[in-house]
């Protein structure tokens, strides 16, 4: 069972357009949730986290929003551009256990130019 | 600084063999946690090593094991191998910070294959 859902494997966007990854979680316990970019033949690298004392962070063209009753979260990439293609994956973790982190099953975003 | 290191970057491996991945932390972080990464599931939480002792661990079986050494270092075996568990293993790290909610640092992970 999926304590993190990315509900769309793939997602194309035009450059310049925003991209909205969406992410939904089942875990209520869930306080902190984080987004990571993977490069094919690299590790994940982190982008932009969120604490659900919050309901939206923002890091220059990166926002996370986060609706914690509907138990959803997204990521806005404004404006998109081509290097912004990646596997993008949300992940989270709850207060008791902070270094167990699941992750989501990834969405693969094309900006094409 | 020097980021996470993992070796072997690619490894082939029969089945029923068993294997040892390595991975060095970045210097100063305590945590190292192992993912396994297969198309269509994403990363697969495995286990999680802070100053030697095993503190998470994921739904994996006991053929999964893993250790760390006083250096932070951590090793991740597989025993018994199957073809299902050809995938890429990840290894990150992350500095301790008391109560936690920290990013973690990923190598490139080790990509291997069971035939």
């Known amino acids: 069972d999926q304590q993190v859902k990315q509900n769309s494997p793939s997602l194309s966007v035009q450059e310049g357009r925003i991209s909205i990854l969406n992410c939904d979680y089942t875990n209520s316990m869930f306080d902190y949730f984080l987004w990571y970019k993977k490069y094919p033949a690299e590790g994940p690298t982190f982008l932009i986290s969120?604490?659900?004392?919050?309901d939206k962070n923002e890091d220059g063209r990166f926002t996370v929003f986060l609706n914690k009753s509907a138990k959803h979260l997204s990521l806005h990439i404004v404006p998109s551009q081509p290097g912004d293609s990646a596997v993008y994956f949300c992940a989270a973790s709850e207060k008791t256990s902070y270094d167990k982190v699941i992750f989501g099953p990834g969405t693969s975003l094309s900006v094409i130019p | 600084k020097a980021g996470v290191t993992q070796t072997p970057r690619y490894l082939i491996k029969t089945r029923g063999q068993q294997v040892t991945l390595s991975c060095s932390p970045i210097s100063g972080h305590r945590s190292v946690s192992w993912y396994q990464q297969t198309p269509g599931q994403g990363l697969q939480f495995l286990f999680e090593y802070f100053s030697e002792t095993q503190r998470n661990k994921g739904n994996f079986p006991g053929r999964f094991s893993g250790r760390q050494f006083s250096n932070s270092r951590s090793e991740m075996n597989v025993s018994t191998l199957e073809l299902g568990d050809s995938a890429l293993y990840l290894c990150?790290?992350?500095?301790?910070?008391?109560?936690?909610?920290?990013?973690?640092?990923f190598g490139q992970g080790t990509r291997l294959t069971v035939v």
């Open positions: 969120i604490s659900s004392i919050k």
């Open positions: 990150a790290s992350s500095p301790y910070l008391p109560g936690g909610n920290t990013e973690a640092f």
